[in-house]
């Protein structure tokens, strides 16, 4: 039971491993025999693998009194359950991909209201929709522009100004 205890243990030590060295061991295998194994050799795969072993021949052999090769095959068989999870839902974590960020230059074109005056050289604020959020943007024009008169956004100098010019109607 020990060297069953002593397995599982050492796979718990790889799993907290692989979370303060992330990624440092993956990739080094890849490639290899063609690529069949690519992510199952990953560390916390095989973590997984080596920890449900140990801790499933344990519980087998302490639970049931079958001999040491038996609870080896019954530990090898959670072990392979547990690297096939760990793979699947790793690979379900990769594939997660958010939107596109929006960028200042996607306010280029749009159209806001001056909530805080504008003078000729100096900035005030106009509220601007980012992404279906109104955001507040410092804002600068070439003449004077009061508050509340809708205004075009010309260009985006910074990530949070932007040149802007009255509306004509």
Known sequence: MVWFLGLGITGVVLLALSL????VLDGVLD?????ILDGWLSLPVVAGFVAMTGFGGAIALGATGVGPAAATG?????????A???YR???ALMRDQTAVT????DLVGTSGNVVTAIPAGGYGEVLLQLAGQPVKFAARSAGPVARGVEVWVETAPSATSVVVRPVDR
């Open 20 to 23: 303060v060295f992330d990624g």
């Open 31 to 35: 490639g290899a025999l063609g690529g």
């Open 74 to 82: 019954v530990g090898a068989c959670a072990g392979v359950g547990a």
């Open 84 to 86: 096939w999870l760990t």
């Open 89 to 91: 839902f790793s690979r």
């Open 102 to 105: 929006p960028r200042g230059d």
